[in-house]
């Protein structure tokens, strides 16, 4: 069984879907932080069979959880002072995402207008439908692999 | 300074903000002559990236007869557009010349972007199969006046219902309103798509799909008919046994009320026999005479004109 350390000062991204912690990884530009990161790959979950862990080391507020949200709202965070776990936040899906998935509608004017942002809405909470602010196309999970 | 407001989607006005847009409309019906000064001096700029003539006609002609002037190009290889600029750069210029701008564009949600970068109002004159929103505005005037009220009535869609966004627009524009029942007339595989059923459901407003015409013509206050495209279908020989259970006629007319309506967006092809055109309840040529009052009352109430 691989071990890794406590932090000390940060959060814990906790029941991350199996699989899923690249695409988080990349998305709440940590490979851009200067701060200590572990991620953990296919741990063993009662709950879930397997899971992704997140472990960073930097202040939670400089991060947007909007994304988060949006990549999976089951993920569970845990912020992290002096080691121990001070508060857990629940994430919220976000009413608009900007910049980070793209419309997959080759009718889109997003699709050939430049530097136009790609801007997705929640069209229905309850069934997690995003539509794309410009055409309303609906934003498959299929797609997610292009994030 | 008053906000700027755009007509992107029916929905973007309240239901109170239609009645006043519907209202003024009415006014411009009864006394076309007191409204022929209502736009000295400004103008319109029609911006069409693809050919509309009916539409761009429409709201020229609305404009002329507001005493505006109008400006514009009605295909993309006669604008800046061929040179490959954007339309938020379009927009840009045209708002240095022009009051107000009706764009029509191939590409989804053009009008929207051109809207957020432009100091005039913009109107969406139909944005490849997302909205055309006149169009609805259109169906609702013509409705309206028609039938005194768009409460309480019933609705035939026939045709093809799963690709025309006229009839998603008004399903969706009518839901707003008590009393519609809806009854949705295609063959399968041009049934209405799921997630507008699904919205009737959630709103629980009453609707009914079946297959043939005659089944029902007896029920409806409104016919709205579009085209049934033979491209539409997976093979010919499915085309050929449906096509007459989409096609208007006589014989069909026999069965509606008295006093129902038929709409249509046009153009028309087959799908209304030329033998209906004199029968008093074809009303799709007097829809294009709305679509123009609507129009104008539109460039009035967003150039902000008493």
Known sequence: MLNIGKIEEGFVLDHIQAGKSMQIYRHLGLDKLDSTV????????????????????????????????????????????????????????????????????????????????QIFYLADEENEIYRCRYCDEKYSEGDANNL | MEKL??????????????????DLAGEIEKDLPGFSHKCDGKILATCFYEPSTRTRLSFETAMIRLGGQVIGFADA???????????????????????ICAMRHPKEGA????????????????????????????????????????KNF?????GDLKFG???????NALSRYEGIRFIFISPKELKVPDYI?????QKNIPYEEVIKLEEVMPQLDFLYMTRV????????????????????DKEKMALAKEKMFILHPLPRVNEISVEIDNDPRAAYFKQVQYGMYVRMALILTLLGIK
């Open chain 1, 38 to 117: 572990a991620i953990i790959k296919n741990a063993k979950s009662k709950a879930m069979g397997k899971k992704d862990i997140l472990k960073v080391e930097c202040d939670i507020d400089s991060l947007d959880l909007d994304v988060l949200a949006f990549i999976d709202h089951n993920i569970t965070v845990n912020v992290i002072k002096d080691g121990v776990i001070i508060e857990k936040r629940s994430l919220v899906l976000p009413k608009q995402i900007t910049g980070v998935i793209k419309c997959h509608n080759p009718r889109c004017i997003s699709s050939i207008e430049q530097e136009l942002p």
């Open chain 2, 229 to 248: 495209q033979k491209e539409r279908f997976f093979n010919e020989e499915d085309y050929i046994r449906l096509r007459n259970f989409y096609i208007l």
């Open chain 2, 77 to 99: 290889n006669s604008s800046s557009a061929a040179k490959g600029e954007s339309v938020a750069d379009t927009i840009r210029v045209i708002s240095c010349f022009a009051d």
């Open chain 2, 165 to 171: 966004r006229t009839v998603h627009s008004l399903i």
């Open chain 2, 154 to 158: 019933t609705i035939g869609l026939c």
């Open chain 2, 197 to 201: 059923t699904e919205m009737l459901r």
């Open chain 2, 5 to 22: 407001r755009h007509m992107m989607n029916p929905l973007d006005f309240s239901v109170e903000e239609l009645e006043d847009l519907f």
């Open chain 2, 111 to 150: 009008p929207m972007v051109a809207a957020s970068k432009s100091s005039i109002p913009v109107i969406n004159a139909g944005d490849g199969g997302h909205q055309h929103p006149t169009q609805t505005l259109t169906d609702l005037l013509t409705i309206r006046s028609l039938y005194g009220s768009l």
